[in-house]
């Protein structure tokens, strides 16, 4: 699976849209782009994920360029709630494992 | 959602007792289901790939016969990590992937961890 790059750490004010970007620029055809997000203390959560075009669920947006070398994680109206590991992967989908990178770690700030 | 359960939370045992973590997908049926380890201000390291009804896959550098993988139905997996020692205290969390193919797209649901002290 192709390997990930993120920021490690990133804030932002409560309220505000947290846009959180990833490189994935060995991504395959085959491959998904899979973001979950751990509180601490706590087993990662799944976000979202997407193949090329982009998604939104009640949680978030997933934005990812046409060359889907790279993507954008956006939370719309990040809240304390929201402060967390955030971990950006690339899995075919056809491959079990979910091979964890150092993530970006998040705070949200009142 | 789907629901990921670890028995237990937390546990503090003696250096060289024996510790078994259960890992219980309440709502939905796994065929398979993964063990991590995090140790503080780590990432998730995945230990073993665990299918029902057959032998544990182990990733390198994971020593199988000192954490033990069961995996005898499709909701529970046990972790039991023998002869514990104090290099052995970690966050230890487990995963689940839903036996129906259609659902979420094969993604993992995980359990809400469980930590374990060695004294």
């Known amino acids: 699976d192709a390997k990930t790059t993120q920021p490690p750490s990133m804030d932002c004010a409560e309220g505000r849209a947290a846009n959180l970007p990833c490189n994935h620029s060995?991504?395959?055809?085959?491959?998904?782009v899979y973001w979950y997000r751990q509180i601490h203390s706590q087993g990662p959560q799944y976000i979202i994920h997407?193949?090329?075009n982009n998604e939104t669920n009640e949680m978030a947006s997933l934005i990812i360029t046409e060359d889907r070398k790279s993507s954008t994680l956006i939370l719309p109206h990040a809240t304390l709630r929201d402060t967390a590991v955030y971990y950006c992967i690339v899995k075919s989908q056809g491959a079990q494992k979910l091979v964890f990178g150092q993530g970006t770690r998040l705070t949200i700030n009142p | 959602g789907a629901v990921v359960s670890q028995h237990p939370s937390r546990v503090i045992c003696k250096s060289g007792t024996s510790v078994k973590i259960e890992c219980r997908s309440l709502d939905f049926q796994a065929t398979t289901m993964f063990w991590y380890r995090q140790f503080p201000k780590q990432s998730l390291m995945l230990m073993a790939t665990?299918?029902?009804?057959?032998?544990?896959?182990?990733e390198q550098g994971v020593e199988k016969d000192k954490f033990l993988i069961n995996h005898a139905s499709l909701t529970l997996s046990t972790l039991t990590v023998t002869s514990a020692h104090p290099e052995d205290s970690s966050f230890y969390i487990c995963?689940?992937?839903?036996?129906?193919?259609?659902?979420?797209?094969?993604?993992?649901?995980f359990g809400p961890g469980t930590r374990l002290t060695v004294l």
């Open positions: 997407g193949l090329k």
């Open positions: 995963s689940a992937r839903d036996r129906v193919s259609g659902r979420a797209h094969n993604e993992q649901f």
């Open positions: 060995t991504i395959s055809g085959n491959e998904y």
């Open positions: 665990s299918n029902e009804g057959s032998k544990a896959t182990y």
